[in-house]
């Protein structure tokens, strides 16, 4: 550490990312990315806007936020636009706890939760899933504060019905809750339409699973007027053009085509049933996944040497340290080609560990 680094964040361990690696050797299922490009449509509203990079993009988002809210069933004053939905994540943790409102999430979830408290010197508490890594809404009653759930749950894949999530807002009328459906297009069903009934409930989305668009950076926010206007407090204070002009024009034109998302949805949803079902019968246990990826562990076999040997085969998923999950591997799951050839490759490491 430099002499410089300022002493507030001397134990600050950030959030470790799935590996990018820029050669194309490998097949790709370690970060739950869409296998499909955007459509021809969607990247010629970006080609567009390439002549007017020297402007400014627009800060309230418009033609993003008007079309979501059309989409949503909501007014564009109930929505905010950010850089991923790792932002608006952010903006909540720092809009609605403080010293004594923790945030309040289950032990293991979407590993980026731990980082937004201690980047913003917030505290937090971790809720044990189940043994069969299920969660119990009543085990948030009365949480004592911003209560996060992805659901799906990440990296299980499990889902929590709506009653569920209504469970955990009528037992918290007090504190915000949130519910991050990052992957809630492969299977669930949103609660976008319980905003106007909880005015605790903050509903975050991404453009990065579902719609094709990990690298253009698109997330948003769905709650009342007054939560989005202090998230909106946040976002104008740290970077009042927090989405760039062509990412904003393409996720317009995602939006414009949402039967090829629903239609690549779907798809993946088949591909994902089909692989568990081979998996399974391969002897390893799985999750039930609604999301668009499996999580998986085989009784003959360490998660850390899958990881090891599947890689070695040129095939990449990602693996987990936390002493609960180490022994499972989460696979993205891709198109039928790609995951053709996972079983194949589980199947001969399988044979060599005899
Ligand atoms: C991928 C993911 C996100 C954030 O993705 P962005 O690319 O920042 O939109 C948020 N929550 C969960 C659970 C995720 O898996």
Known sequence: MSRFF?????????????????????????????????????????????????LYSDPSCLQLNEKLAELCGVDPEEILVTNGSDEILNFAFRAFCDERRPAVFPDITYGFYPVFAAVNRLPFREVPLGPDLSLDPDDYRGAG????????????GMLLGRDG???????????????????????????????????????TQTFSKSRSMAGGRLGYGVACRELIRELNTMKYSTNPYNINSLSMA?????????????????????????????LAELGFSLTDSKANFLFARSDRLDGETVYRKLRERGVLVRH???????????????????????????????EESV
């Open 320 to 350: 987990f340290t936390k002493e609960r999950i180490r022994d499972y591997n989460r696979i993205t799951v891709g198109t039928e080609e790609q995951m053709q050839l996972l079983p194949r490759g589980l199947e001969e490491l399988l």
């Open 6 to 54: 300022s002493s507030r964040y001397a134990d600050l361990e950030p959030y470790t990312p799935g590996e990018q690696p820029q050669e194309r050797k490998f097949i790709k299922l370690n970060t739950n990315e869409s296998p499909f490009p955007p459509s021809e449509k969607a990247m010629a509203w970006g080609m567009a806007h390439l002549r007017s990079l020297n």
């Open 145 to 156: 504060g911003m209560v996060v759930i992805a659901n799906p749950n990440a990296p299980t």
């Open 165 to 203: 999530i209504e469970t955990i807002l009528r037992s918290n009328p007090d504190q915000v809750v949130v519910v991050d459906e990052a992957y809630i297009d492969f299977g669930g069903e949103s609660c976008i339409p319980l905003i106007r009934q909880y005015d605790n409930l903050l509903v």
């Open 250 to 278: 393409v996720g317009r034109g995602i939006l414009e085509d949402e039967e090829t998302v629903r239609a690549n949805c779907a798809y993946i949803a088949r591909v994902r049933d089909d692989t568990a079902r081979r």
